[in-house]
């Protein structure tokens, strides 16, 4: 069996004013979480948002939503 994506790496860029003028997060999906079926985990890198100015280094670990989850 192949390994399992269980979790998104995903990077907080900057804020933004929408059309209706509420303040919206700019997210960067930069890798994802694996499970192998041993339990251990790795890692995959897709980018790096170095040229961001206002990045500060930060990635943060969320779990998958299934479709079920997304659209009940």
Request: hydrophobic share 30%.
């Amino acid at each position: 069996m192949a390994a399992k994506h269980t979790k998104n790496l995903v990077a907080t860029l900057d804020s933004y004013q929408d059309r209706q003028g509420q303040t919206r997060t700019r997210r960067l999906t930069v890798g994802r979480v694996f499970e192998r079926e041993d339990g251990s985990e790795f890692i995959r890198l897709d980018c790096f948002p170095v040229q961001e100015p206002k990045w500060n280094g930060t990635v943060n670990i969320y779990p998958v939503k299934r479709r079920e989850e997304q659209y009940g």
